[in-house]
């Protein structure tokens, strides 16, 4: 009988040693962060339009003509406009926080165009422009 008790106490012993594990079931995953980096995005860059209405006879002659001025960043953008089977571009700046700017272009032909211009609100501006052969047009600036 001496036996018997040494063999149970001996199993019961073993049983409680033998390193049982309770593992939930349906266990959530651990989740993972990457390390990429965060990009950026660059807001949609504005383009504003240049309507030029003729103001002399030489420019009736051209007609009414419309342009745009895109990518006005720091005061710098591109004027870009056709005429006449010409096509002008150049450039329109303004100086941080003025509202008076000036745009020139070059045609793919030979002529040129000068402007200047003054911004009244953040999406509208007036303003005059001289081309080589004489004509002259006022400029509407506008979003």
């Known amino acids: 009988m001496l036996k ?3 063999a149970l106490s001996a199993i019961a012993v073993g049983s409680m040693l033998s390193g049982c594990y309770v593992v939930p079931v349906n266990q959530a995953p651990t989740p993972t962060y990457s390390q ?3 990009v950026a995005v660059a807001a949609p860059r ?3 339009t240049a309507r030029l209405y003729p103001t002399n006879d030489s420019a009736a002659a ?3 003509i419309a342009g745009t001025i895109s990518n006005p960043e720091r005061g710098h ?9 010409e096509t002008f571009s150049g450039e329109a700046t303004r100086a941080p926080g003025s509202t ?3 745009a020139n272009a ?3 032909r030979g002529g040129y165009a000068k402007c200047t ?8 501006g007036t303003g005059t422009c001289a081309f080589a052969n004489g004509a002259t047009f006022d400029m509407h600036i506008s979003l």
């Open 100 to 102: 008076k700017g000036t």
């Open 117 to 124: 211009y003054n911004m009244t609100s953040n999406s509208l």
């Open 106 to 108: 070059t045609g793919n």
């Open 77 to 85: 953008g591109e004027f870009s406009f056709t005429v006449a089977n």
């Open 62 to 64: 051209m007609g009414r």
């Open 46 to 48: 504005a383009v504003y």
């Open 4 to 6: 018997l008790k040494v």
């Open 36 to 38: 990429q980096p965060i």
